[in-house]
């Protein structure tokens, strides 16, 4: 086959795998030829009819660990929990320059093989390594598991699209039709955790009522995490801020937000209708710790000349508001319930804030190369009709 038919086969070939979906694993051995751990994603069962269990991973022929797989004979398949993303990260070498042992990134302790074990996977295979076949540049290593560690509770992380992500449980349809139509009117959508119940509910609401869909995924989160999920095709469509978006998502501006200042009703500035950065500076400050809401925030301040005193910060939209009602300190927001009341009852006020301070814009995103399906395109209308956005 000439090269460059073979290089796009080659291409086409990643880019068809990466979305097959597959758990996260560390592979790790020691031995009389040292310890050592690598991250990968090409583990699958071979056989448990074998005398003893057997399964393969593949370990590409430049990385250390695997000629000391080879030489030590053994190794440990740890299956990652789904919060352990920088388990793998390390082990990929992502942090090489800041950390010198991959393995200080976690808690390990020693399977009956010698092989390293994370002290807490969501399982770990115990290997003899029976043989092993140099295929392209990976070898592939098959192993009977001789010991199984498996955790009472977790669940996997998962790689897929180059990106990690998380299983959830799809509950079967009742017949054919059912599931073609669920298949038709299913919506997955990522909102930033703290504007979308503010009018998502809303939307779905008159969605529902048009029977546009019949199933939603939410996904709620920080910047981060939406961006995430829409890169790794878990959302189709994201609700964000209009803040360092990739150059590969279509966007549609759909409203701005104002800050503001909340005070707790007693709070001494709380008979002022509207303030300026200066006049917060004496006092306590509740972070809402959340990318991009904490740069936001701060930078507003330190325009205005000073460095807020932070005293308490949470990621949590509603924790802020609580820890404000009880006299912790200020904070600044954009997004403004319509109740002014904490979970546990106690009372806030909304002040203007006087200072040069952009409004957060609120966009509607999703990948370029996507074709949205016909639910994500509804949702995309009745967004522009909430917001009074022509098409």
């Given at each position: 086959m000439p090269t460059t038919l073979r290089q796009m086969l080659r291409n086409r070939f990643l880019d068809g795998m990466s979305h097959a979906a597959c758990t996260v694993n560390i592979v790790t051995t020691d031995g009389v030829a040292g310890r050592a751990g690598v991250t990968v994603s090409a583990m699958s069962s071979v056989s448990a009819d074998?005398?003893?269990?057997?399964?393969?991973?593949?370990?590409?022929?430049?990385?250390?660990?695997?000629?000391?797989?080879?030489?030590?004979?053994?190794?440990?398949?740890?299956?990652?929990?789904?919060?352990?993303?920088?388990?793998?990260?390390?082990?990929?070498?992502?942090?090489?320059?800041?950390?010198?042992?991959?393995?200080?990134?976690?808690?390990?302790?020693?399977?009956?093989?010698?092989?390293?074990?994370?002290?807490?996977?969501?399982?770990?295979?115990?290997?003899?390594?029976?043989?092993?076949?140099?295929?392209?540049?990976?070898?592939?290593?098959?192993?009977?598991?001789?010991?199984?560690?498996?955790?009472?509770?977790?669940?996997?992380?998962?790689?897929?699209?180059?990106?990690?992500?998380?299983?959830?449980?799809?509950?079967?349809?009742?017949?054919?039709?059912?599931g073609k139509k669920r298949a038709q009117t299913r919506l997955s959508v990522g909102c930033f955790h703290t504007f979308g119940p503010y009018f998502v509910p809303e939307i779905i609401q008159q969605m529902i009522a048009k029977d546009s869909i019949q199933t939603i995924k939410l996904v709620e989160g920080d910047q981060r995490r939406v961006l995430e999920s829409l890169q790794a095709g878990e959302t189709e469509v994201g609700l964000l801020y209009d803040l360092s978006l990739p150059d590969d998502l279509a966007v549609i501006p759909l409203t701005q937000l104002t800050p503001y200042v909340l005070l707790a009703e007693g709070h001494p500035l709380a008979d002022k209708q509207a303030m300026t950065p200066a006049e917060l500076a004496e006092y306590p400050m509740v972070l809402l710790d959340a990318p991009p809401s904490r740069e936001y925030f701060t930078e507003i301040l330190i325009n205005a000349g000073f460095t807020p005193r932070v005293a308490h910060r949470s990621s949590s939209f509603e924790m802020v508001r609580g820890m404000v009602g009880h006299g912790l300190g200020y904070t600044l927001l954009a997004t403004k319930p319509a109740s002014p009341m904490t979970y546990d009852g106690r009372a806030l006020v909304s002040r203007r804030l006087i200072a040069k301070a952009e409004p957060s814009q609120i966009v509607l995103v999703w990948r370029k190369s996507t074709n949205l399906s016909k639910s994500a395109q509804l949702f995309v209308s009745f967004c522009r009709k909430f917001f009074g956005v022509p098409d």
């Open positions: 074998t005398p003893k269990p057997t399964l393969l991973v593949c370990v590409h022929q430049l990385s250390p660990t695997a000629q000391k797989i080879i030489n030590n004979g053994v190794f440990c398949v740890n299956v990652l929990k789904d919060d352990q993303a920088f388990v793998s990260d390390t082990f990929a070498g992502r942090y090489k320059d800041v950390v010198e042992d991959k393995f200080e990134c976690a808690e390990w302790t020693a399977m009956p093989s010698g092989a390293p074990r994370v002290i807490d996977p969501l399982v770990g295979f115990d290997c003899q390594l029976i043989s092993s076949n140099l295929v392209g540049t990976h070898h592939v290593f098959f192993g009977e598991v001789t010991d199984i560690f498996l955790a009472e509770r977790g669940s996997p992380l998962i790689y897929a699209n180059r990106a990690y992500g998380a299983t959830s449980r799809i509950e079967r349809a009742s017949s054919i039709a059912a």
